[in-house]
């Protein structure tokens, strides 16, 4: 379907971006605070409008051209509850969300979608947030849609979870229907990243691929104030190790002969990683490797937005 039209806004690496592209929608906007970010979204899609920029500071009457779109869709930092984080790190987190429901207000969209922890959807601690999504778009006349997603469901190879909420204007609301999955067999980590580990000649890759026959844990992009790159907290490192993958750390390439004999964990690469978001593997990412592995382990996988846009979609259709 084509002629549908979005504004993104915390659009990271632009997974969210790349899905609803997939689906058939065209961007208005792009927006993102960190430079990083936007050059890796010019990078790989130079006509897209991208602009850098905190979404507490942006402006719709600035930018008019956003007014009245199809959709609005955000793929925000991820909230914590109070009993879970410090109120420091909340308080930001819970004020983009907040802003991006906000956003409708001026922009008018026809549907909203918005991705966050699977908490967002069920969990008692967020309850005062799912109030305050609910009745400032029930205000504006959307109706919505609460469910939780898992990006293994479409074909990525990980186990990651997506609270979701979509909102639509009364007029389409019984129309949609959440996404389902589209695939019956998920995708291990073996499947996914076997041609890549055997790039390099290592003798090693059929036997490590074979051994890594479960989906990924969820890729945890850390906090760009502390720490490197590694794959997660200690109990998401053993899971990697049961897998034959050494958590703690990435690697700079993939092995090769040199590695043959070698015995232990073998490192990922973050391109390896972003395979394991689901995103193409000529999408490119800006910044050294820290850097681009925290965007990738940030963003949302195209295929679970393809899938979202294509439940729009269809709902949206006259």
Not at 77 to 90: L, N
Not at 142 to 152: I, K
Not at 244 to 262: F, S, W, Y
Request: hydrophobic share 45%; glycine share 10%.
């Amino acid at each position: 379907m084509s002629g549908l039209r979005f504004v993104d806004v915390c659009a990271g690496a632009g997974g969210l971006a790349l899905g609803l592209e997939q689906a058939g929608f065209d961007p208005v906007l792009l927006l993102d605070r960190k430079p990083v970010a936007c050059e890796t979204l010019g990078m790989n899609r130079p006509h897209w409008k991208v602009l850098r920029m905190d979404l507490l500071d942006f402006v719709p009457d600035e930018h008019p051209h956003t007014y009245d779109v199809d959709l609005l869709s955000a793929g925000l930092p991820r909230v914590k509850s109070s009993a879970t984080a410090a109120r420091a790190e909340t308080d930001e987190e819970e004020e983009l969300l907040k802003a991006a429901v906000l956003l409708a207000h001026s922009i008018q969209p026809r549907a909203v979608i918005i991705e966050n922890v699977p908490g967002l959807v069920n969990v008692a601690a967020f309850e005062p947030l799912r109030e305050f999504v609910r009745m400032e778009l029930e205000h504006l006349g959307y109706r919505l849609h609460w469910f939780v997603l898992n990006a293994a469901d479409f074909g990525v190879p990980q186990d990651r979870k997506q609270g979701v909420v979509v909102a639509l204007k009364e007029r389409y609301f019984d129309r949609f229907r959440p996404p389902v999955p589209t695939v019956k067999d998920h995708v291990s980590v073996g499947r996914a990243l076997r041609c890549s580990m055997a790039a390099r000649g290592w003798s090693g890759a059929d036997a490590w691929a074979a051994g890594a026959a479960a989906v990924a844990p969820t890729l945890v992009g850390g906090s760009d104030n502390r720490g490197g790159a590694d794959l997660g907290p200690t109990g998401t490192k053993a899971a990697w190790a049961r897998m034959g993958v050494n958590g703690g750390a990435l690697a700079d390439e993939v092995p090769g002969p040199e590695d043959d004999n070698t015995q232990g964990l073998i490192k990922l690469t973050d391109a390896q990683a972003a395979l394991l978001q689901g995103f193409p593997a000529e999408w490119r990412f800006a910044g050294r490797k820290t850097a681009r592995y925290r965007q990738i382990g940030h963003a949302s996988p195209p295929a679970v937005g393809r899938a979202l846009g294509a439940a729009v979609a269809e709902a949206l259709r006259d």
